[in-house]
Nanobody
Framework: QVQLVESGGGLVQAGGSLRLSCAAS????????MGWYRQAPGKQRELVAS???????NYADSVKGRFTISRDNAKNTVYLQMNSLKADDTAVYYC????????????WGEGTQVTVSS
């Protein structure tokens, strides 16, 4: 069992920045991939960014150059630095951890709301 707790969401003006964090606890398996997904009303949940145990990253095209994902293994925490925020970034952001090469074996956080005003 793994628990994921997100923080850092909130309201920000377009062009501003936010930093999300997700702290994992429990029986954390390794190797693993940690990442952030988001879901806006009426839209599919989509991958925003992910980072594996070796530090390799993957980003959605819509956030490349604006968002940066990182992790602190000592704290079992993954971060998402979001810069140059746009109204289209408004969504609930969810943290996820899963086994390397097995997308189906993992856990979700409860989500944190990010709202970008224009």
């Amino acid at each position: 069992q793994v628990q994921l707790v997100e923080s850092g969401g909130g309201l920000v003006q377009a062009g501003g920045s936010l930093r999300l964090s997700c702290a994992a606890s429990g029986s954390i398996f390794s190797p693993n991939t940690m990442g952030w997904y988001r879901q806006a009303p009426g839209k599919q949940r989509e991958l925003v960014a992910s980072i594996n145990s070796a530090g390799s990253t993957n980003y959605a095209d819509s956030v490349k150059g604006r968002f940066t994902i990182s992790r602190d293994n000592a704290k079992n925490t993954v971060y998402l630095q979001m810069n140059s925020l746009k109204a289209d970034d408004t969504a609930v952001y969810y943290c996820r951890v899963h086994r390397a090469w097995d997308l189906g074996y993992g856990y979700w956080g409860e989500g944190t709301q990010v709202t970008v005003s224009s």
